[in-house]
Structures are given as structure tokens and as C-alpha cells.
């Protein structure tokens, strides 16, 4: 990597292809869900170690709850497992990790293994790895838009008092906007991933599949967005 490289400060990574890099190599679906989670692991501490920022990750859409019941109940394991042990090393490596989406349906194991993580790494100061986990887009717009009307219900605020830094502040995160989106396996769709904090986002598709998107294929994505000429609409 090119040491004169711009660091983009927000990326957005949706994980895709986990499902098909398993059946290519004649494993199943929940071996392709641990492979994506293991680079996930990998990339994080590459993006840390960049100084990257901010790098949300489409982990679980609320429309994931229509998959098979198995594959379900596989990822959330996986998601337990991850956040008590195999991400200890993101603790280590200074990575403060924050969540977004409802909690409503997730089950009590999910949600204690996400407060815990989310409590032992608070004070750290590395990238902020910002996981989606039954997050919709348009959910969280809902949700802000529901935030925000209560707000003015109870004389907190006044309409004028409504502009882009309120509504920042009511999503589920307060983060810096997206500068990088990247979507892995060759969709070319963002799948109700972010679109408010993708506004002025540039976009990056690959056919590679997301438990092969490593270092060398992130750099691939990062030449590209250097390439790129932002003007923000001016
Ligand atoms: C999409 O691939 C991927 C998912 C629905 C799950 C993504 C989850 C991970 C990468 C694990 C993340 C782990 C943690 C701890 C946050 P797909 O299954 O739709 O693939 P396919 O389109 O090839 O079938």
C-alpha cells in the first residue's frame, strides 16, 4: 500500500458471499458464516492498525430473520461466540466496538454477549467497529423520526430545532457520514445498509466473495477510492 494513500475515516462493508464461498468448496453455509466472521476479525485489526476511524459492518438484516431457521440460530451463536471470546483480541488491539439495529427479536444470550462487549471496550480509543445486527435502513429511520416527534411532543425541542445534526444524533449512532462503501460477492445493491450516512458515499463492488476480501483486496478497494474525485455536489 502507497504510503501517500488517503484514509477514508468511515467505511461501511457489506459482508456478502459467505454462503456461496462454502458451497464452492462443498462446505456448508454455517462454515462459510465462520470464515466471514474470522476475516472480519483480520480486517478490523488491518483497518485499526490503517487508522481507520469508523468501519460499520452489515452483520444481520432484519430481513435475515426469514432465512432458514438453522442458519438463524447458527449466526446467532456465532455472534455470542464471537463478542465473549474470539474477539478479545479486537479488546487488546484497542477497538471499541458499538452497535447498531432493534433489539426486538433478538434473544437474551445476543443481547448480554453485545452489552458486554460493548461495556469492555467503551473507553477505547482505536477504530470504532460499528456492527449492524438487525439493523434496516429504513428502520432506523422509523426509529429516529419516532425519537425526534417525542422529542417535540414534549416540548424538547421546537421544528426549527430539526436539521441534520439533530437527526444524526437520533439515528442509532452518532457517527461521522460514510466515505467508503464497500459491498463484496458482486451485488451492486445496498440492501437497506446505511443510505442516510452513504448520501455522499463512494461505492466499491467486487466479485470477491467476503471470506476472501483480505488485506490485499481492501487495498484494491482503497487505490480505487483515492481515484476517485469528491466534490460533494459542489
Ligand atoms: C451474507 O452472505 C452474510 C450474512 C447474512 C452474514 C454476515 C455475517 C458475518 C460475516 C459474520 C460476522 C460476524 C460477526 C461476529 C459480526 P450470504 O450468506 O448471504 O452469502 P450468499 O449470498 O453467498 O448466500
Same mark, same amino acid.
Not at 164 to 174: E, S
Given at each position: 500500500?502507497? /504510503?501517500?494513500?488517503?484514509? &477514508?475515516?468511515?467505511?461501511?462493508?457489506?459482508?456478502?458471499?459467505?454462503?456461496?464461498? @462454502?458451497?464452492?468448496?462443498?462446505?456448508?453455509? #454455517?462454515?462459510?458464516?465462520?470464515?466471514? @466472521?474470522?476475516?472480519?476479525?483480520?480486517?478490523?485489526?488491518?483497518?485499526?492498525?490503517?487508522?481507520?476511524?469508523?468501519?460499520?459492518?452489515?452483520?444481520? #438484516?432484519?430481513?435475515?430473520?426469514?432465512? /432458514?431457521?438453522?442458519?438463524?440460530?447458527?449466526?446467532?451463536?456465532? $455472534?455470542?461466540?464471537? $463478542? %465473549?471470546?474470539?474477539?478479545?483480541?479486537? =479488546?487488546?488491539?484497542?477497538?471499541?466496538?458499538?452497535?447498531?439495529?432493534?433489539? /426486538? &427479536?433478538?434473544? %437474551?444470550?445476543?443481547?448480554?454477549?453485545?452489552?458486554?462487549?460493548?461495556?469492555?471496550?467503551?473507553?477505547?480509543?482505536?477504530?470504532?467497529?460499528?456492527?449492524?445486527?438487525?439493523?434496516?435502513?429504513? #428502520?432506523?429511520?422509523?426509529? =429516529?423520526?419516532?425519537?425526534?416527534? @417525542?422529542?417535540?411532543?414534549?416540548?424538547?425541542?421546537?421544528?426549527?430545532?430539526?436539521?441534520?445534526?439533530?437527526?444524526?444524533?437520533?439515528?442509532?449512532?452518532?457517527?461521522? &457520514?460514510?466515505?467508503?462503501?464497500?459491498?463484496?460477492?458482486?451485488?451492486?445493491?445496498?440492501?437497506?445498509? =446505511?443510505?442516510?450516512?452513504?448520501?455522499? @458515499?463512494?461505492?466499491? $463492488?467486487?466479485?470477491?466473495?467476503? &471470506?476472501?476480501?483480505?488485506?490485499?483486496?481492501?487495498?484494491?478497494?482503497? /487505490?480505487?477510492?483515492? %481515484?476517485?474525485?469528491?466534490? $460533494?455536489?459542489?
Amino acid at each position: 500500500m502507497n /504510503e501517500n494513500m488517503k484514509i &477514508p475515516q468511515h467505511i461501511g462493508i457489506i459482508m456478502d458471499g459467505n454462503g456461496r464461498w @462454502a458451497t464452492r468448496r462443498g462446505l456448508t453455509r #454455517s462454515e462459510g458464516h465462520r470464515a466471514g @466472521a474470522d476475516n472480519l476479525k483480520s480486517l478490523c485489526l488491518y483497518l485499526n492498525k490503517l487508522g481507520v476511524k469508523y468501519l460499520s459492518v452489515y452483520a444481520f #438484516s432484519t430481513e435475515n430473520f426469514k432465512r /432458514e431457521k438453522k442458519e438463524v440460530d447458527y449466526l446467532m451463536n456465532l $455472534f455470542v461466540s464471537m $463478542f %465473549k471470546k474470539e474477539f478479545n483480541v479486537l =479488546m487488546d488491539n484497542n477497538v471499541k466496538v458499538l452497535f447498531s439495529g432493534r433489539k /426486538e &427479536p433478538l434473544n %437474551k444470550k445476543v443481547l448480554v454477549a453485545m452489552d458486554e462487549i460493548k461495556e469492555a471496550t467503551k473507553n477505547n480509543t482505536g477504530c470504532c467497529l460499528n456492527i449492524c445486527l438487525n439493523y434496516g435502513g429504513q #428502520s432506523e429511520i422509523v426509529d =429516529m423520526t419516532k425519537k425526534i416527534c @417525542a422529542l417535540y411532543k414534549e416540548n424538547v425541542i421546537e421544528l426549527e430545532d430539526i436539521d441534520v445534526t439533530l437527526i444524526n444524533k437520533n439515528l442509532y449512532q452518532d457517527l461521522p &457520514p460514510l466515505d467508503l462503501v464497500i459491498r463484496t460477492s458482486g451485488e451492486l445493491r445496498l440492501s437497506n445498509f =446505511m443510505m442516510y450516512q452513504a448520501s455522499y @458515499a463512494e461505492f466499491y $463492488f467486487t466479485d470477491t466473495l467476503f &471470506p476472501d476480501f483480505n488485506e490485499r483486496e481492501f487495498d484494491k478497494a482503497l /487505490e480505487a477510492f483515492n %481515484k476517485r474525485n469528491r466534490t $460533494f455536489g459542489g
